[in-house]
């Protein structure tokens, strides 16, 4: 049977066009809708500290360092669960592999529902944390094993766009719920619904097939089955595509961390104004995902390169978005400001969601899920820094917005460096064909 043929087979509910190319039918839109709604739990997940900050800093008895400390521990294992799934999903069902991480992060939030001490809401941090490592990777390794290669931008931006619609969702549900009864039941609420969610995807939730992802269309770029992972991992595209998504990454992990506590305590706006300007730029950041995703896909279909679609796109979008940041915390207080944290956040959160159709690019299909789990590894080491390091700033400011400052400064740094090598280094169609003719090489000395 021919790849084509296979992939006709293979592609539950899709239909073919021109000699056998497999479409996405209902069943792969089904699958992205759930991964998107795992995607909007995950992040609120992670967004719930940051708006119980006071009552739960009042509760513990720590100070802002040791909150930063509360913060990070979120991903002091996150990088060894993402590439223990990554090595897993080479061997299991990624579809199993991911409904597992989510029961797991959901029996985590559990505990946080009665009073507990500070070992206890940091441990429970740290299982978070190691559960929802592949999390991204594993959703990601999923959707594109359900598109074919001129579709995986808008598939990666809409499960991306995830991490903005979880915020924006839950900002002001939950801080209205803390306000009125405790940040305990804040939790426990994400507990509920992310039992349901997570039985929605183990029942109705599958995995994608290898050939409609690889090689049914066209416009794929041709791959070996495998290539050596050392070779793989320092491909320029890959390290290039890695820096972009860890400076991208601590951006969203310090606002997740920190940005109601900045309107709050920086700013000081009420809490309840300070929560829903929070959702702005997660509102801005999941039109953006959709719309530049979109903006990819047409462009490559009209034949623009993978190196301008996946490489400078995402780059130029993160370095300007990186502008927003350099300048938001000299505005002050006051719309100029607002504007700024909202370009900031979207035009990032953009480019970090493209930039995931560009890993499938040089990765073949049957090393995903490891490649994946490496990068998501490294990126999660800005979860780590950024957030510990705007508590140590804002502890010792004499005034915290001093600390904010500088903290925002520092990251807008960040993402310039994380977005300038994008522009140079990424370069599908390059790296593929080295990545082919190495193999070839490689099975030639064999033989």
Not at 4 to 27: L, Q
Not at 50 to 72: K, N
Not at 372 to 384: D, N, P
Not at 406 to 420: D, E, H, N, P, T
Request: hydrophobic share 55%; charged share 10%; aromatic share 8%.
């Amino acid at each position: 049977m021919t790849i084509n043929e296979r992939a006709e087979v293979d592609a539950p509910g899709g239909d073919s066009t021109g000699g056998g190319v497999a479409r996405p039918g209902p069943r792969a839109w089904v699958v992205l809708g759930l991964l998107f709604c795992l995607m909007v739990v995950n992040f609120a997940t992670k967004v719930v500290p940051a708006l119980a900050g006071d009552p739960l800093m009042h509760e513990l008895g720590i100070g802002t360092s040791t909150f930063g400390v509360v913060q990070s521990s979120f991903f002091w294992l996150f990088a060894a669960g993402a590439i223990l799934g990554g090595w897993l999903a080479t061997r299991v069902s990624a579809h199993r592999l991911l409904a597992v991480s989510a029961g797991l992060w959901v029996v985590s939030l559990v505990p946080m529902a009665w009073h507990v001490g500070l070992g206890t809401v940091i441990t429970c941090r740290v299982v978070l944390g190691f559960a929802e490592g592949p999390t991204v990777a594993l959703a990601l390794q999923i959707a594109h094993a359900w598109f074919p290669a001129e579709r995986r931008a808008l598939p990666s931006a809409l499960i991306v766009a995830g991490a903005a619609v979880g915020p924006l969702v839950s900002a002001p549900a939950l801080n209205a719920l803390i306000a009125r009864q405790s940040w305990h039941a804040a939790f426990a609420v994400l507990a509920v619904v992310g039992t349901v969610v997570a039985l929605a995807w183990a029942f109705v939730g599958r995995d994608g097939t290898l050939a409609v992802a690889d090689a049914a269309h066209p416009q794929a770029l041709p791959l070996p089955e495998r290539v050596p992972v050392a070779r793989l991992l320092t491909t320029p595209t890959l390290v290039g595509l890695t820096v972009l998504a860890l400076a991208s990454y601590a951006d969203t992990a310090v606002k997740l961390s920190w940005l109601p506590l900045y309107f709050h305590d920086g700013l000081g706006y009420s809490t309840a104004t300070a929560s829903r300007l929070t959702a702005l730029p997660f509102l801005a950041a999941a039109i953006s995902l959709i719309g530049f995703g979109v903006l990819s896909r047409r462009l490559t279909r009209r034949g623009w390169s993978l190196r301008a679609t996946r490489g400078r796109l995402p780059g130029i979008l993160v370095a300007v978005g990186a502008l927003g940041n350099l300048l938001f915390p000299l505005a002050g207080r006051g719309g100029p400001a607002l504007c700024l944290i909202v370009l900031g956040a979207s035009l990032v959160a953009a480019g970090y969601g493209i930039s995931f159709a560009g890993l499938s690019d040089v990765v073949p299909a049957r090393q995903r899920g490891l490649a994946f789990g490496v990068v998501t590894a490294v990126y999660s080491l800005g979860g780590i820094i950024g957030p510990a390091v705007m508590g140590g700033l804002v502890h010792g400011s004499a005034v915290p917005l001093d600390g904010y400052t500088r903290g925002f400064l520092g990251l807008g740094v960040a993402l310039l460096a994380g977005g300038v090598p994008a522009l140079v280094l990424v370069h599908p169609e390059r790296d593929a064909a080295r990545l082919r003719a190495a193999a070839e090489g490689l099975s030639a000395s064999r033989a």
